[in-house]
């Protein structure tokens, strides 16, 4: 099962930018990113696979770009700008075998980094 290392939050102010990195032990098909916020349900965030298809969530298109290292496809980085003090929550990486919204359809998980935006 790929293992995977999060990086990169941290807090800030309302409308600054922070970028998040994923590391994956080795390359699976789709890499996402997924928050919660405290007593909230994890929601999902943005997604990619290894070909550049991607699917980002309606909440926050405009301002996160999820991109994907182009050689070893090992990596996945969130760029999140203009971010709000909604946008506070865990972020996690996830890795699927399909490009995917759901939840259910990622079997690895990382530990997760908060991110938290003050107003």
């Known amino acids: 099962q790929v293992q995977l290392a999060e990086s990169g939050g941290g807090l800030v102010q309302a409308g600054d930018s922070l970028r998040l990195s994923c590391e994956a032990s080795?390359?699976?098909?789709?890499m996402g990113w997924f928050r919660q916020a405290p007593g909230k349900e994890r929601d999902f965030v943005a997604t990619?696979?290894?070909?550049?298809?991607?699917?980002v969530s309606d909440s926050v298109k405009g301002r996160f770009t999820i991109s994907r290292d182009n050689t070893k496809k090992k990596t996945v980085f969130l760029q999140m700008n203009s971010l709000k003090p909604d946008d506070t929550a865990v972020y996690y990486c996830?890795?699927?075998?399909?490009?995917?919204?759901?939840?259910?359809?990622?079997?690895?998980w990382g530990q997760g980094t908060q991110v938290t935006v003050s107003s």
């Open positions: 996830a890795a699927s075998a399909r490009l995917s919204t759901l939840e259910h359809e990622y079997t690895s």
């Open positions: 080795f390359p699976p098909y789709a």
């Open positions: 990619m696979d290894w070909i550049g298809r991607l699917n």
